[in-house]
């Protein structure tokens, strides 16, 4: 069975600070994709930036970036230069299938709060 | 905004009773899955629809049922509401299933309340 863990439920960090959100994940698939999306609080999940298993390259989309440690399991969203605007819950996902977005499985999240 | 659009985004209902809920996929897009997102946690998978067909389903009873339409929209069914069914439901709608692709465009929710 596949799992996430995000093991830090809150954190607060300074605006214009980088700031590192962990996850770990588990699973026995031989291909997987990872995900990161955000929550804000009006509910709607944006998507972030995605990893695929058997990409060479950790992904880059603007201010975020993939830290992917394929033999550690584990797969840190890094904001670049935080804003107020990113507090927010942050989810690390995955899906059984690289390349694909199906029957996403998700950790519990971390409550992102940028300081000004 | 996503294109994907949840109807209605607040509901009351009392145990026992019935639900309905209902999500308009994006334009083009084929496979509509719903999650359940209890207070504090992350989503977890429902079930998957494709070309109105069940493609997939997580670890939730029978009293949890869906239908997709020809036009690709969906719905959400929970029959004999448990006060535990209280939570936020997301839909999320991407283009056809087999093909790359790595984004799921999820809609704002409906926040259902069981009491």
């Known amino acids: 069975a596949q799992k996430i863990t995000q093991t830090q439920p809150g954190m607060f960090v300074q605006e214009k600070e980088a700031v590192t959100l962990d996850c770990t994940y588990d699973t026995s698939d031989p291909s997987y994709g990872l995900f990161w999306y955000k929550q804000p609080s009006s509910g709607e999940m944006i998507f972030l930036i995605y990893?695929?298993?058997?990409?060479?390259q950790n992904a880059t989309e603007g201010r975020y970036s993939l830290n992917f440690q394929k033999a550690r399991k584990s797969a840190n969203l890094v904001i670049s230069a935080s804003q107020l605007g990113d507090s927010a819950m942050y989810f690390c996902?995955?899906?059984?299938?690289?390349?694909?977005?199906?029957?996403?499985?998700f950790g519990k999240g971390t409550r992102l709060h940028i300081l000004p | 905004e996503t294109g994907v659009t949840q109807s209605p985004t607040h509901l009351i209902k009392t145990r026992g009773q019935q639900v309905t809920l209902r999500c308009s996929s994006q334009?083009?897009?084929?496979?509509v899955s719903w999650y359940q997102q209890a207070l504090g946690q992350g989503p977890q998978f429902i079930f998957q629809y494709y070309r109105e067909e069940e493609n997939g389903r997580g670890n939730f009873p029978p009293r949890f049922s869906g239908l997709q339409f020809p036009n690709y929209s969906s719905e959400l069914n929970v029959n004999a509401l448990e006060l535990d069914d209280s939570a936020l439901y997301l839909c999320a709608s991407s283009p056809m299933t087999g093909t790359p692709n790595t984004e799921a465009f999820f809609g704002q929710g409906t926040r259902l309340t069981v009491v």
């Open positions: 334009s083009g897009h084929n496979t």
């Open positions: 996902a995955m899906s059984p299938f690289e390349n694909r977005d199906d029957k996403i499985i």
């Open positions: 990893q695929g298993s058997y990409d060479q």
